[in-house]
């Protein structure tokens, strides 16, 4: 099991593989385990203990459990401001500039490069963006961390042997119901290259593609049900984008895997030809591999080659889009709907189109569908269009779309909003159907903690990290303080983030902002500015809840310059919640809530907001990027378009745990079972909520 492996697996499980290693008199070193854990916000559990406690050298094995939950909480890197004694000392802004540039004109740096057309260039300023001190100069500089019992404590398992958990986490990966993080893709991609085990069900197009792609690298036959799992398969071959989102360029395959490929394509089409029909909504794509895969070549598989005819245009097939957008054109919503019909899944997803387009008469009939529909849809699915319609009889106060990569755009919502009447119609319709599925109970506890965590109906609306959670959950942060921060490092250029912060009053008006033009303002406080990070670089900002003005505070991370999120070779946001008389260093492990990878596309991290209340702050995941510009990317330029992000995902209807746990409510009885279920887990729910009968 490679380190990488090791340390996705615990952090996604909490579990640690056992040793195969010698027994023997390990207690000593158990203990050492135990309490270089608790330092980084971690207990060993009585399991894992006794394990380590019967090896007879466990050093390499509990360093390899250390480096893992440090690399997991981002303490596996210095966490090294700008300002040595930050949070304390942070000068005003423009005294800081004075005294950076009384340094440099005292090292005789030219006065045409600190400034230009009268504009102060701070980038030519010794001083400025550059460490004067080391890390041990930092840590000399601050105390030792004081305890506290609120701060986070997480306890690590004794999983089964590396085999066992190996395989366990392939299954999870390659089984997953909501679309993996870019991360966790090429983690497959990996643990897939190991085995040849095709799971009984794989929900997710993406991953089949990652499993094919490793088949075919090894010459087993492919496995595929549909000509875009071909198309997703070469992309991933080919080292490209396999959501089909991005362009291709494909690379030559040799003649075995032509064979394979051309062999798949043939038996999917032969065994349905109506599948033709979604070959011209990426045809560009199929000619351009069709140059590599040389069809003519292959006359003894006739049904294949029909693919490549289809997207040069000598074979014409109307697809299942085409006769549902021709009704849509024909303004023949019911025509729409029984197209619809014949797929529940896609018929569900276009229920708010039909409804926005059908007349009066024909509501009740689009109504009718989705009641016959329901049935054979997926939990998820049906989830996605109950929290849907909880934010349809009002406009929303913005419209926040975001791409498969979390690119966001804002507008303002010009849909009509749906009929108080046809809302509650679908709403019973879909609840009904739910609690059908829903096990019978005498009893559930669901903690107040996890309430307000959104359920993962989809993949594409977190991050790979610790305790990352869907867009639009919320999670409670006692302590007085929020720090805040970002660490990255760069590959081969030059690069700077900055981390800035937006404040906000309660009607979410701009009252503020904290960056590198502004240390401090409304009680936040900024460790400054760092320009590059060949080393890595970390900045921070401080909130203390009671000094704080604002009501929300909206982090961004600005790409000034240099390499965006997905080329540096390790970028993370995370935050910390801690008591004022804590002191310890401007990064202490155990104080970690989260932490976040940023691999976005787009100039504009917006990662999350916090929500001041009266007794500690409430953080929302938001998990967005912004396009920003090209470079010189500022929070003065993104602050309106923050606030609006922040208003359009505080103000949605989510739902949430605990909207689940009220359903499942609806069918306690005395004789049901208790029921122990991870009802955060995008899994565990398919599983809770599938369709039955």
């Known amino acids: 099991m490679t380190e990488r492996v090791l340390t996705t697996l615990i952090g996604r499980t909490l579990r640690v593989p056992t040793s195969t290693g010698p027994t023997g008199n390990g207690r000593a070193e158990a203990r050492r385990l135990d309490a270089a854990l608790l330092q980084v916000g971690f207990k060993a559990s009585k399991e894992l203990i006794e394990h380590v406690a019967g090896l007879a050298k466990p050093a390499a094995y509990t360093k390899t459990i250390v480096d893992a939950v440090r690399t997991l909480v981002g303490d596996d890197v210095q966490h090294n401001p700008y300002f040595k004694d930050f949070p304390h000392g942070v000068p005003d802004t423009a005294d800081f500039w004075v005294y950076c540039l009384h340094d440099a004109l005292l090292k005789h740096v030219p006065g045409d490069e600190l400034a230009a057309n009268g504009v102060l260039n701070l980038l030519a300023m010794p001083a400025y963006g550059t460490r004067q001190h080391t890390y041990e100069d930092l840590l000399a500089a601050h105390d030792l961390l004081i305890t506290s019992f609120k701060d986070r404590v997480s306890v690590l398992h004794l999983g089964g042997t590396e085999e066992e958990e190996t395989r366990r986490l392939y299954l999870e990966l390659a089984t997953s119901s909501t679309p993996l993080n870019p991360a966790d893709l090429e983690l497959l991609a990996e643990l897939a290259q190991q085995t040849n085990e095709w799971p009984a069900v794989i929900p997710m197009r993406e991953n089949r593609a990652v499993i094919n792609a490793a088949r075919l690298l090894r010459g087993a036959p492919l496995r595929v049900d549909t000509v875009t799992d071909v198309l997703r398969l070469a992309c991933r071959a080919s080292g490209g984008d396999v959501t089909l989102v991005e362009p291709t360029r494909f690379r030559s395959f040799c003649r075995p895997e032509r064979r394979l490929i051309m062999a798949a394509l043939d038996e999917v089409v032969a065994d349905n030809p109506g599948k033709l029909g979604d070959v011209r909504q990426r045809r560009e794509a199929w000619k351009r591999l069709g140059e590599r895969l040389h069809p003519h070549e292959y006359g003894h598989l006739p049904h294949a080659q029909d693919v490549f005819a289809v997207a040069r245009g000598n074979k014409v097939v109307r697809s299942f889009a085409g006769r549902t957008e021709l009704a849509f054109q024909d303004d023949d919503i019911r025509r729409a709907t029984e197209v619809l019909s014949q797929a529940p899944g896609m018929l569900i997803r276009q229920t708010d189109r039909l409804l926005r387009t059908a007349s009066e008469k024909d509501v009740q009939f689009v109504v009718d569908a989705v009641r016959d529909a329901v049935p054979a849809v997926s939990g998820r699915v049906l989830c996605s269009l109950l929290q849907h319609l909880e934010n349809r009889e009002t406009p929303d106060a913005a419209r926040v779309f975001a791409t498969r990569h979390r690119r966001a755009w804002i507008t303002y919502d010009t849909r009509m909003p749906l009929a108080y009447d046809v809302v509650r119609e679908l709403t019973g319709i879909l609840e009904d159907e739910l609690v059908r599925r829903l096990p019978e109970v005498s009893e559930l506890t669901v903690a107040d903690e996890v309430r307000d965590i959104v ?20 999670v409670r942060l ?41 240390y401090k303002q409304g009680g936040a406080y900024y460790s400054g500015d760092l320009t590059s990070a060949r080393d890595g670089a970390t900045e921070f900002i401080d909130v203390p809840r009671k000094a704080a003005k604002a009501k929300f505070v909206v982090p961004q991370v600005n790409i000034f310059g240099g390499e965006g999120f997905t080329e540096v070779a390790e970028s993370m946001f995370g935050f910390m919640s801690r008591e004022l008389d804590q002191r310890g260093k401007p990064f202490e492990p155990s104080t970690v809530r989260a932490r976040s990878a940023m691999r976005g596309y787009g100039n504009v991290a917006v990662p999350v907001v916090f929500e001041r209340t009266e007794d500690a702050w409430v953080a929302t995941w938001l998990h967005l990027y912004l396009r920003g510009t090209p470079w010189a990317n500022q929070v003065e330029g993104n602050r309106d378009i923050a606030r609006q992000l922040a208003r359009g995902v505080l103000s949605r209807k989510y739902f949430t745990v605990g909207r689940l746990a009220g359903l499942i409510s609806r069918k306690t009885t005395v004789d049901g079972q208790k029921l122990h279920v991870d009802l955060t887990n995008a899994d565990q729910l398919d599983k809770l909520l599938e369709p039955t009968g």
């Open 455 to 474: 359920l993962p109906l989809s993949g594409n609306a977190s991050e790979d990290g610790f305790n990352v959670l869907p867009r639009g959950s919320k």
């Open 478 to 518: 006692d302590g007085d303080l929020l720090r805040f921060f970002v660490y990255w490092r760069e590959r081969a250029r030059t690069t700077d983030y900055d981390l800035s912060a937006v404040l906000l009053n309660g009607d979410f008006d701009h009252v503020g902002q904290v960056s590198w033009t502004n």
